[in-house]
């Protein structure tokens, strides 16, 4: 699926109301500095309580392996000759807390860049507040909306797809390959999910498919009895839009309800992070499809195979392989340290040299070429994927294709919806 370059929203279409940051006056932080700085600090913002608390060790692991690059660690480095230091603060993922902690860094702690957040609500918060601190770099880490970007904040810049780019191409697969004429739907209640889930139906049934139902969850539900009952008899597929802890719960649920129908997944429901759970999901997930910014078995990328090598030699390395968090917050970080090294930590005239070489990306990084749009969204490859056993029972994903160059080519975000009438 392509979606189209926006041309500049305003804030408050893009936003819901209850993600408008109430701004009380300009920052006194960082972000302006004299030519050539010898040292920069990054504030990384990212979770570490609610369903997400995993983010924290992640996106260390990430900004580690990182760093290993050169020679440093998670907790900052030399990048040429310039000394790069993080500072880290938690979320529980809501807008509110994401408020609180963006403002600390900027505001009280003075980062000159700051990085992240993780998820989609507290993502749309950030995106809103760069616009009233010019003077700070934004690079988002791995919250997706597809609204962030919308804004027309030039000093906020994102290195990954959006959530409906991630599922391009599913919908179409899931139809005419795959012959799934009814899907239910059941997704968390919140940003991105709606995204994520409009990408894969706005194309599902545009190729003629149906939703035979829909069931929005808060994050963090654990019984979903209720849900499996309201399933209809014609449904061909389930389209699960969770992840983390929710995921595996519904999956090892709809294993002890006997849910006999194939799932599509949310991107994050496929993650390791869903996967990995010691719960008993294996029949209810295997031959799931989904669509992804992280490649499967069958991806044949040598900076891939670095990057895994790297992120597990990290002491905050929580899961066997890298999660779809760690990979993100690492093809965010990844640009940074790079612009760094090209201006020599040039952070005069308000960053317009740093910012220059962010948007001259074109860095071939573990997921393939990443380069930069007008918008300062990325422009990236994307992954069809299926999960799949191993002989030892451990689930995990394969490539089932690839699409190169990716854009964001649509001004279309998402709401909360229940049929194929409501994406019309």
Request: glycine share 12%; with cysteine; net charge negative.
């Amino acid at each position: 699926m392509k979606l189209t370059k926006r041309n500049g929203l305003l804030a408050a279409a893009a936003l819901s109301a209850s993600t408008l940051l109430l701004v009380t006056g300009c920052s006194s932080g960082g972000g302006g500095g004299d030519s050539g700085n010898k040292e920069i600090t990054i504030g990384v913002l990212t979770t570490d309580t609610g369903t997400y608390a995993f983010g924290m060790d992640e996106t260390k692991a990430a900004i580690g392996a990182a760093m290993s690059n050169f020679d440093g660690d998670m907790n900052g480095g030399t990048v040429g000759d310039v000394t790069v230091k993080f500072i880290y603060e938690g979320t529980d993922g809501t807008p509110g807390s994401a408020q609180s902690k963006v403002k600390k860094l900027v505001e009280n702690e003075a980062v000159d860049i700051e990085l992240g957040p993780l998820s989609g609500d507290a993502g749309e918060t950030i995106a809103q507040y760069a616009t009233t601190v010019p003077e700070v770099t934004f690079v988002n880490g791995a919250a997706s909306p597809v609204s962030m970007t919308l804004l027309g904040a030039e000093n906020f810049y994102r290195f990954h797809g959006d959530a409906a780019m991630w599922m391009g191409g599913v919908g179409d697969y899931a139809f005419n390959e795959l012959g799934y004429k009814n899907i239910y739907l059941l997704a968390d209640d919140y940003s991105f999910p709606y995204d994520n889930a409009g990408g894969f139906f706005s194309e599902y049934c545009a190729a003629g498919g149906t939703i035979t139902g829909a069931s929005w969850v808060p994050l963090g539900t654990t019984d979903y009895a209720t849900v499996l009952t309201k399933i209809p008899e014609n449904t061909d597929a389930v389209y699960a839009g969770l992840g983390g802890a929710d995921a595996a719960g519904f999956l090892s649920q709809a294993v002890s309800a006997g849910l006999d129908v194939p799932l599509v997944g949310g991107s994050i429901a496929v993650d390791t992070t869903a996967l990995g759970a010691k719960a008993d999901i294996a029949v209810a997930a295997e031959g799931m499809i989904s669509g992804s910014p992280v490649p499967g078995a069958g991806y044949d990328n040598p900076e891939w195979a670095k990057f895994n090598e790297a992120y597990a030699a990290q002491p905050n390395a929580e899961f066997d392989a890298p999660t779809i968090f760690s990979m993100l917050y690492y093809n965010s970080v990844m640009p940074i340290l790079n612009a760094i090294e090209t201006t020599e930590g040039d952070l005069g005239d308000n960053q317009s040299a740093f910012r220059d070489a962010l948007s001259a990306t074109k860095w071939m990084g573990p997921t393939g070429e990443i380069t930069v749009d007008e918008n300062n969204q990325a422009i990236v490859d994307n992954f069809i994927v299926e999960v799949v056993a191993g002989d030892d029972g451990t689930l995990t994903v394969k490539n089932v294709s690839e699409t190169k160059g990716v854009t964001q080519e649509s001004t279309k975000s998402y709401e909360r919806f229940s049929s194929c009438d409501d994406l019309q």
